[in-house]
DNA sequence: GCCAACGTTGGC
DNA sequence: GCCAACGTTGGC
């Protein structure tokens, strides 16, 4: 079982669309690593925090969970859509993504307390120019803030 | 809107 | 394989 952040820009896709919804699929990630984490160490049932990033409020926002072993994301074969990938095909997909659903949505936890605590210092989303979409969660951490929201 | 930081692209 | 140029992210 392992923990992730997973960022989401709440004018495309909140944490009041998840609750509405139930799941989500991950669609649009275009960074290899953050690719990676889906693919290749996502497993159903681990968990996730929400975050809304590039909004007037950012910070953690909601649980949730993953729901879904990653898959071809749809998007890279659309030529009409934002996220079409010339160089993806279906026999070789270049992207993947998983299904994300709603455990609950919580208090926001604003990225200025989020660095206010020494227990989270080395959380990645503090640290400087990180910009990676989906980053890994200690345990520790995980729990520290699930405490706390 | 600004700008620092980072990832990707493409010429060589 | 290098690296400059460019595009994007994301907090402020």
């Known amino acids: 079982m392992r923990y992730w952040l997973m960022k989401s820009e709440p004018s495309e896709y909140s944490i009041d669309d998840l609750a509405r919804d139930g799941f989500v699929p991950w669609y649009g990630v275009r960074n290899y690593q953050a690719r990676n984490f889906m693919r290749d160490q ?19 926002a909601g649980l949730a ?6 898959y071809p994301d749809a998007t890279q074969f659309d030529p009409d859509g934002n996220y079409f990938d010339p160089k993806a095909t279906e026999d070789t997909p ?16 604003p990225l200025s307390e989020i660095r206010e605590y020494p227990e989270l210092a080395n959380m990645r989303v503090l640290a400087k120019g990180n910009r990676l979409s989906i980053t890994p969660v200690d345990p520790d951490e995980w729990r520290f803030i699930v405490g706390r929201l």
Not at 65 to 70: I, R
Not at 94 to 109: A, G, I, P, Q
């Open 94 to 109: 270049r992207w993947f993504n998983v299904d994300v659903k709603v455990v609950r949505k919580t208090r926001l936890m």
């Open 42 to 60: 996502m497993r159903v049932g681990d968990g996730v925090l929400f975050y809304h990033s590039t909004c007037a409020e950012p910070g953690i």
């Open 65 to 70: 969970e993953v729901a879904t072993p990653a």
